[in-house]
């Protein structure tokens, strides 16, 4: 991706969701007591125009718009996300390498006292820079949820930097926002836990 500029020094650039993404694991994914996954999840990106050296926001749109999901547990309690419509891998081998997505390694490490099942994982991509790899594709920051509750909270840790996984890598956009570290974040879904609640 590269910054166009026309006289009027209008800029198109490569950008990020502007809310959180919910991605569900290409298989049924459970973390043991003690044990450490690491997911590949790719989420869409948005088309930022802007004009000026100062690079003031004339709009945004959306290169493919996921559709809306709610994330928590129950209806008074939660908040609106986009669903992706890719699933997450277990296997970066096997993910699709696509120039309109963004590559984030999402690693949960369950500390709690019992086994984790996840069906849905949140990715905070929100507090997420972007980076392009030397061969043009984009990834995002490691993003790694540690789990030491039986609830679906964890804390969140952000990575500095692109991922190992990214040759020669680039920033080309910053966080929408800026994470605070420290405290617990809702970061998966049970269908397990929801059966269990009807």
Known sequence: YSIEETPSRLNVEPALADRPVIVRPEEPLFVLVGETVTLFVSTPLWIRISVGTEKTLLTEIASYRPSDSWFGPNTREGEICYASATLG???LDDVPMRLHRAITPVTVHNRSGESLSVDRIRIP???LSLF???EGYLWT???RYDKTSGDELATLDIGRGAPRFADNPALIAVPRERHSRGG???AFSSLIHRISEV
């Open 89 to 91: 891998r277990l296997n």
């Open 184 to 186: 617990l974040v809702r």
């Open 125 to 127: 991509v929100e507090y």
């Open 141 to 143: 920051e490691a993003v």
């Open 132 to 134: 392009q790899d030397g």
